[in-house]
């Protein structure tokens, strides 16, 4: 008879990230603290090691992969860049945001990174734990969510192991994600013009702003995927979800927002910065609680808020 495998947690230190770079060498998978969430680690240049982050996840291989590298220069080294791409990456790399841009020809990485696409969805991480994976490591990492494809993001090591724990090898435990919402991502296209795929921390008008480009709104699901996080059902808790509630029902668990109160709370104060950092952990909650249900407060339209509202809508698709 054997024993249900349990995946090692290890305070992320010098010691357990070069361990954890041993793991990766040779093929396997670790759950990374990034600036946004808890990301899965496997060598994008393996097509064994992309392989077992789709199957640990359950993900579909249609829905492509985000690569992780250090800075430009690495970057470079598989996606082409234009004039506006090098200009959105120097001034917002690192940091919370993904490129999608044409896949270099014959770039050493997996074909299943692309998911069949002719682009990659690239970005150089801000988090220093992650940055000091990518230094110990000569290849590049492919990073998706730590978690079971569709559902909640995690933002500490407790949210990985509830979710991967026997799936993966390692999770360097890093303690929690400062921003707990994941990367914006644009597409640059060849006539230097921008496309939001996906919203996340970094505004697109702040975006337009250094680009000067105009912005086409992208809402994609099923084979049309273009990059991460485009699925209709997404971030699922695992029941239903109402939005926009001033009460909870009985039978629901609230996730309240500035005046009002709930079983968790994003912001008391009505910050959406600190709402996007709390969003799934009180999704988290909510998930574990007996309550049958789950009612989320009215988030503001406006800033980051576009971002939560954009995970929260596809939680409760």
Same mark, same amino acid.
């Given at each position: ?59 579909p291989d249609f829905n492509p992969l ?13 996606a082409d860049f234009n004039a506006a ?16 841009? &044409?896949?270099?020809?014959? $770039?050493?990485? /997996? @074909? =299943? ?7 990659? !969805? #690239? ?76 919203p996340g921390s970094i505004d697109i ?34 029941? &239903?979800?109402?939005?926009? $509630?001033?009460? /909870? @029902? =009985? ?7 500035? !005046? #009002? ?57």
């Open positions: 008879m054997t024993s249900k495998r349990v995946t090692e947690s290890v305070t992320a230190d010098a010691g357990s990230i070069v361990k954890a770079a041993a793991i990766l060498e040779r093929g396997g998978l670790v759950a990374v603290p990034t600036e946004t969430v808890y990301g899965l680690a496997a060598r994008a240049d393996s097509d064994d090691a992309v392989a077992r982050i789709f199957a640990a996840k359950g993900r985000i690569v992780h590298v250090r800075n430009v220069d690495q970057a470079s080294l598989f791409a090098r200009n959105l990456a120097n001034a917002f790399w690192p940091g919370p945001l993904t490129l999608v841009l &044409p896949r270099k020809k014959g $770039a050493p990485l /997996a @074909a =299943a990174v692309s998911a069949g696409l002719p682009t990659i !969805a #690239i970005r150089a991480p801000a988090h220093p734990i992650m940055q000091q994976l990518l230094d110990v490591v000569d290849f590049p990492l492919a990073a998706p969510s730590a978690n079971r494809s569709g559902f909640i993001s995690p933002t500490s090591a407790a949210h990985v192991l509830a979710s991967l724990d026997g799936r993966i090898d390692c999770v360097l435990d890093g303690g929690y994600c400062e921003q707990g919402l994941e990367s914006t991502i644009v597409a640059v296209r060849d006539d230097g013009s921008i496309e939001e795929l996906r008008a702040v975006l337009e702003g250094v680009q000067q480009a105009n912005r086409t709104a992208s809402q994609k699901n099923g084979s049309g995927v273009e990059a991460p996080g485009q699925l209709a059902s997404h971030y699922a808790p695992g029941k &239903p979800v109402r939005l926009n $509630a001033v009460d /909870a @029902a =009985a039978n629901e668990f609230l996730i309240g927002f500035g !005046a #009002i109160a709930g079983d968790c709370t994003l912001s008391q104060a009505g910050d959406l910065d600190q709402a996007a950092a709390q969003l799934y952990a009180c999704l988290h909650q909510g998930a574990a609680s007996e309550k049958a249900r789950i009612a989320v407060a009215s988030i503001p339209e406006s800033g980051i808020g576009k971002a939560i509202n954009d995970r929260l809508r596809r939680a409760a698709a």
